[in-house]
């Protein structure tokens, strides 16, 4: 069975950084995607940034890409995210994803998610 464990996560004030990690059990990433997805309380789920294995690319959702860093390390199959610079808007339950079964990585299915971390950010 597929397992994706997050850690992480936690509450800090407006500018300070948390780095998530995401490590992957009985799935070997191959020419697939991992992404990390947030969901804000009253919002839908949106995609954060994105690795694809086959060819080490990342992407981003919008501005992002400034202060978050999507990365993976094979050996420990294990995501990372981080983040830096961190606002009030930032807050929000973090899920990892793996496989992406169909459609885009940032809208498309995945077969595994994680159970979420939480990341809230005070101003």
């Known amino acids: 069975q597929v397992h994706l464990v997050e850690s992480g996560g936690g509450s800090v004030q407006a500018g300070g950084s948390l780095r998530l990690s995401c490590e992957v059990s009985?799935?070997?990433?191959?020419?697939?995607?991992l992404a990390w997805f947030r969901q804000a309380p009253g919002k839908q789920r949106v995609g954060v940034a994105s690795?694809?294995?086959?060819?080490?690319?990342?992407y981003y959702s919008g501005s992002l890409k400034e202060r978050f860093t999507i990365s993976y390390d094979s050996a420990k199959n294990t995501l990372y995210l981080q983040m830096i610079d961190l606002k009030p808007e930032d807050s929000a339950m973090y899920y990892c994803?793996?496989?992406?079964?169909?459609?885009?990585?940032?809208?498309?299915?995945?077969?595994?998610w994680s159970k979420g971390t939480q990341v809230t950010v005070s101003a």
């Open positions: 994803a793996a496989h992406l079964i169909k459609g885009t990585w940032y809208g498309g299915e995945y077969a595994y």
């Open positions: 009985n799935y070997t990433v191959t020419k697939n995607w």
């Open positions: 690795y694809q294995e086959e060819y080490g690319s990342t």
